[in-house]
Nanobody, 127 residues
Framework: EVQLQASGGGLVQPGGSLRLSCAVS????????MSWVRQAPGKGREGVSC???????????YYANSVKGRFTISRDNAKDTVFLQMDSLKPEDSAVYYC?????????????????WGQGTLVTVSS
């Protein structure tokens, strides 16, 4: 059974930091691209950051412009965990943060795709 367990959210003052974790089970983490997606009250989901699957020894990372330079995504494949280090937090970063796993394989035999979501963890940035 595939499971993604997000944790680490909480209340923090503007300018503070939080580190979110997403512990996964039921699949090989290194073969999946992992993302953090957030949803603020009354708004749609927004992609925050993504780390590609391990390929050639490394993973490419991507960030939304709104968090670039403040957030850092990383993965520990040995511990089956993905992290989102959030620094210099702003009130507009307040949202429920979800982790997501994506798998895509395209070959002459066809295409295999899968996507899984974890439950969210609430981040509130307020003084």
């Amino acid at each position: 059974e595939v499971q993604l367990q997000a944790s680490g959210g909480g209340l923090v003052q503007p300018g503070g930091s939080l580190r979110l974790s997403c512990a996964v089970s039921g699949f090989i983490l290194s073969t999946y691209a992992m993302s953090w997606v957030r949803q603020a009250p009354g708004k749609g989901r927004e992609g925050v950051s993504c780390i590609d699957r391990v390929d050639g020894g490394g993973s490419t990372t991507y960030y939304a412009n709104s968090v670039k330079g403040r957030f850092t995504i990383s993965r520990d494949n040995a511990k089956d965990t993905v992290f989102l280090q959030m620094d210099s937090l702003k009130p507009e970063d307040s949202a429920v943060y979800y982790c997501r796993a994506d798998y895509l394989e395209i070959s002459d035999s066809g295409t295999v795709a899968a996507a899984y979501w974890g439950q969210g963890t609430l981040v509130t940035v307020s003084s």
